[in-house]
């Protein structure tokens, strides 16, 4: 596709469940970002790769967050044992190369914890 | 926690006003960005910022970046209910990474 596709759009879990969150970045975009976005706030950095390498995972909130993105292409966002906390929006954005500033955001995927 | 400040968090203004809104920081960036985001959507770009004191017009919309960067302001000459969206601004600093650093929005209603 021509955009950041993100799936699933919209996600419920019950508290103390793992989920995983799907990016596909624009093709050939070289840097892929994931955010959380609480609701009425501006999004909050997570993690950060380049290529498949994962060069700053400073936002993650806690060990129960992990991403990966194997093979420099579409990325995954697991949260293991979900609590209340972690609902928001998840926000995936893709750049062309790794100085460019312009980034392209994907719809998201909101997850609400019960 | 939210390094830039935006204000107003919310502004309700009827077709046709005139509206500023602004961007505050303590931090200095390499360059400033400003998006819009609708409901169920990401944030798009609408314009970059990289020099100090620099002025772009998009349309109806003037953003400016602080001679210091340390803040930015958008204004939007006579607001159409099109306007209506969360605006973020998000700044980044130099190095590799570029990744963002968002305000904390102004949810901006355009009213007809």
């Known amino acids: 596709g021509a955009g950041v596709s993100q799936s699933p759009r919209y996600k419920v879990a019950k508290r103390g469940q793992d989920v995983a969150l799907r990016c596909d970045p624009i093709?050939?975009?070289?840097?892929l970002f994931w955010y959380q976005q609480a609701l009425g706030q501006g999004p909050e950095f997570l993690t950060y790769?380049?290529?498949?390498?994962?060069?700053?995972k400073s936002g993650l909130p806690s060990d129960r967050f992990f991403a990966e993105r194997p093979e420099g292409s579409v990325s995954t966002l697991k949260i293991q044992r979900t609590q209340q906390e972690d609902s928001a929006v998840y926000l995936c954005?893709?750049?062309?190369?790794?100085?460019?500033?312009?980034?392209?955001f994907g719809q998201g995927t909101r997850l609400t914890v019960v | 926690t939210q390094l830039l400040e935006q204000s107003p968090q919310f502004l309700s203004i009827q077709e046709g006003e005139n509206l500023t809104v602004y961007c505050n920081s303590s931090s200095v960036f390499s360059s400033l960005q400003w998006y819009r985001q609708e409901p169920g959507e990401g944030p798009v770009l609408l314009v970059t910022v990289v020099t100090g004191g620099e002025v772009k017009k998009l349309k109806r919309l003037t953003f400016q970046f602080g001679d210091a960067r340390k803040d930015s302001s958008l204004h939007i000459t006579a607001a159409q209910p099109g306007d209506t969206g969360l605006y973020l601004c998000a700044g980044s600093h130099s190095g590799s990474a570029r990744q963002l650093t968002f305000g904390s929005g102004t949810q901006l209603t355009v009213l007809p």
């Open positions: 093709s050939g975009h070289v840097s």
């Open positions: 790769f380049q290529n498949e390498a994962q060069l700053d």
């Open positions: 954005a893709s750049n062309l190369w790794a100085g460019n500033t312009e980034a392209f």
